[in-house]
């Protein structure tokens, strides 16, 4: 069975704080592509990034940055010096390769205040 | 702005009516999704069509009726719902390519409230 944990249900931080959103993994499979989705009030879920389970290289993006660890069985994103427009839903999600099931976590709210 | 539209943004419905929720994208993606969220909840898959033909139903309520009558277009009927059907409803569409990478591309969701 496949299972992501976001253990951090709401995390509230003040503008250009750095903030690091936490993201566990569970599969047997050997094949998995791991995801992150914004989710603002608008209410679409925006891709974010998506790494295979091959492919243990750190990725930045402008403030973003992407922490993945097989040993641990982790994939956490960082945001840098944080903006009140970062202040979305978080998803972390796997999916099987080869699989049409996309398993999320329950999500973190980030919060950025002025 | 997102490349797949949902219409209508609102809906709000009686238990007894009929409407249907559409979805559109010109991507020329193959591969299109209904999930259904929950207040505070993540997305859970309800529907998926592969080449405009059913691939996946996740147990749906027959209350809820797919239909892909084109490449672009994605509708979902709703009939005799009950007030724990009032969610957010989210279309998806990806490339059809093996493997599955994963990379759904979503609308931003037509809010139901079933009274």
């Known amino acids: 069975a496949q299972k992501v944990t976001q253990a951090q249900t709401e995390i509230s931080v003040v503008e250009k704080e750095d903030v690091t959103l936490d993201c566990v993994y569970e599969?047997?499979?050997?094949?998995?592509?791991l995801f992150w989705y914004k989710q603002p009030p608008s209410g679409e879920l925006v891709f974010l990034i998506r790494?295979?389970?091959?492919?243990?290289q750190n990725e930045i993006s402008g403030r973003y940055s992407w922490n993945f660890q097989k040993s641990t069985s982790s994939f956490n994103f960082t945001i840098t010096a944080s903006q009140v427009v970062d202040s979305a839903v978080y998803f972390c999600?796997?999916?099987?390769?080869?699989?049409?099931?996309?398993?999320f976590g329950k999500g973190t709210k980030l919060t950025v205040n002025p | 702005d997102t490349e797949v539209t949902q219409t209508p943004k609102h809906l709000v419905m009686g238990m007894t009516n009929k409407k249907s929720l559409k979805c559109e994208q010109h991507?020329?993606?193959?591969?299109m999704y209904w999930y259904k969220q929950k207040a505070k909840k993540p997305p859970e898959l309800m529907f998926v069509?592969?080449?405009?033909?059913?691939?996946i139903n996740e147990s749906v309520p027959s209350r809820f009726s797919p239909e892909c009558p084109n490449s672009s277009l994605l509708n979902l009927h709703l009939h005799a719902l009950q007030p724990e059907d009032s969610a957010l409803y989210l279309c998806?569409?990806?490339?059809?390519?093996?493997?599955?990478?994963?990379?759904?591309?979503f609308g931003e969701g037509s809010r139901l409230t079933v009274l």
């Open positions: 599969t047997r499979d050997t094949t998995y592509y």
């Open positions: 998806a569409s990806r490339h059809q390519r093996a493997p599955n990478t994963g990379e759904l591309f």
């Open positions: 790494r295979n389970s091959f492919d243990e």
């Open positions: 069509y592969s080449y405009e033909k059913l691939s």
């Open positions: 991507m020329g993606h193959r591969a």
């Open positions: 999600a796997l999916i099987q390769g080869g699989s049409e099931k996309l398993v």
